[in-house]
């Protein structure tokens, strides 16, 4: 099992930014990929993005775009997710998740952590 601990979620205005982190322990080794998704009241979780742990490669949703950046970590098993341009859209719930392949089915990814809340005000 992969343990992952989010922080860095909070409250600020539109166009601000804020940065999230997630830390994984345990049998991390299986994890290929790292992601981030999210989840707003009332609606289902979402893909934000995902890093492969060994090649680095990225991959973003169109909603984000240009305006979060994912990175790792290797040394310190931590995954990032810059998020700059934040509109109240973004605001959710957003979780940090582990998988043994790249995909944007929030139900194939094995591993999850508690969730950081995000509140972008207008």
């Known amino acids: 099992q992969v343990q992952l601990v989010e922080s860095g979620g909070g409250l600020v205005q539109a166009g601000g930014s804020l940065r999230l982190s997630c830390a994984a322990s345990g049998r991390t080794f299986r994890s290929s990929a790292m992601g981030w998704f999210r989840q707003a009241p009332g609606k289902e979780r979402e893909f934000v993005s995902y890093?492969?742990?060994?090649?680095?490669?990225?991959y973003y949703a169109d909603s984000v775009k240009g305006r979060f950046t994912i990175s790792r970590d290797n040394a310190k098993n931590t995954v990032y997710l810059q998020m700059n341009s934040l509109k109240p859209e973004d605001t959710a719930v957003y979780y940090c998740?582990?998988?043994?392949?790249?995909?944007?089915?929030?139900?194939?990814?094995?591993?999850w952590g508690q969730g950081t809340q995000v509140a972008v005000s207008a």
């Open positions: 890093v492969s742990w060994s090649t680095g490669d990225t």
């Open positions: 998740a582990a998988s043994t392949i790249a995909t944007v089915v929030p139900r194939l990814w094995g591993s």
